[in-house]
C-alpha cells in the first residue's frame, strides 16, 4: 500500500504522510498498522504535530506546565510547548478546546507561527484573511485540498506539515543586541 499503510491509497499525499511517519511525528496506529487519513484532526492533535516538528522529542521539559484545564494528560506537554512558543493561544485563558477540530486557517495561523510570520492576524472577524494570504503565497496549502474553514484530516495535516518543513523562515532585520525573556544577550550584529 501506499506510505506503508494498509489504509492509504495513492489518492493520498503519500510523500508527506511517509516522511511525517519516518520522522516520528504522525505515526500510524500501533494495534491496526492504520494511519486512518480522512480522520479530522484536533486541535490537541495539531499541538503534538507541531511540538513534535520544533522540539522533535524534547518537549517534556513542558510537563506539568500547561495553562489550560481542559487539555488531557497525554496532549499537556505538547499544548504546553507551543503555548509557551506562541505558536498556539486558548479559547480563554484556562480553556483551549483541544477536542474541537482545527480548521484549514487555523491551522495555517499555526504553522505560520512556528516559521515565524508572528503577527499576521488581525483583529475582528477577518482575523484568518492575512493568514490565508500568507499561507498562499509561500505555498502552505500546496496540495493541500481544503477549503479556508473545513475542518482539516490527517491527509491535509501532513501535506501541510511537509509543506511548512519545506518552507523558508522568518529571518530577522534587526541588528545590535537583543535580550531574551531569560536575560540572554544575543548579538543580532551590525
Known sequence: SAAGFPDVSNKDNTEAISVLNA?????G??????FRPEDNVTRNEMAVILAKLI???????YVGTCPFTDVPTWAQKYVAACYDNKI??????????????????????????????EKLESTGTN??????????????FKDVGS???????????????????????????????????????VNMGE
Open 147 to 185: 477549503s479556508a474553514t473545513a475542518p482539516m484530516d490527517r491527509n491535509q495535516v501532513a501535506q501541510l506539515a511537509l509543506n511548512a518543513l519545506q518552507a523558508d523562515m522568518v529571518t530577522t532585520k534587526l541588528s545590535g543586541t537583543v535580550t531574551t525573556p531569560d536575560g540572554t544577550i
Open 88 to 117: 498556539v493561544v486558548g479559547r480563554t485563558e484556562s480553556i483551549y478546546d483541544g477536542s474541537a477540530v482545527v480548521t484549514a486557517q487555523e491551522a495555517a495561523a499555526m504553522v505560520l507561527r512556528v516559521l515565524g510570520y
Open 55 to 61: 522540539l522533535g522529542s524534547d518537549a517534556d521539559k
Open 29 to 34: 496506529d500501533e494495534d491496526t498498522g492504520n
Open 23 to 27: 520522522v516520528g511525528v504522525m505515526l
Open 127 to 140: 482575523w484568518a484573511q492575512p493568514v490565508v494570504a500568507k499561507a498562499n503565497e509561500i505555498r502552505l
